[in-house]
């Protein structure tokens, strides 16, 4: 897989497209934040999340205690 490789870039593209496509796929917003992470883009992160956050309410879904945990990671990271 392209984020095993280092291959950061392009597995960004492959998951914006994603999460472009399928925004309530909660995987692929984890991944697509995990890519701005590695990249240093904790602000490109952080929105990803609310786009992510926002496509599991309109579902009335709560967010995976994997996907709360990365979320919190954001958070300690821009304190």
Do not use: F, K, N
Not at 17 to 37: D, F, N, Q, S, T
């Amino acid at each position: 897989m392209d984020e095993a490789a280092g291959r950061w870039e392009l597995a960004l593209s492959r998951w914006q497209a994603l999460a472009e496509g399928e925004p309530h796929a909660e995987h692929a917003c984890r991944r697509l934040v995990r890519c701005y992470l590695a990249l240093g883009r904790p602000a490109d992160a952080d929105r990803a999340r609310e786009r992510c956050r926002g496509a599991l309410a309109e579902l009335g879904v709560a967010a995976s205690s994997e996907t709360l945990a990365l979320w919190a990671q954001i958070s300690a990271q821009r304190s």
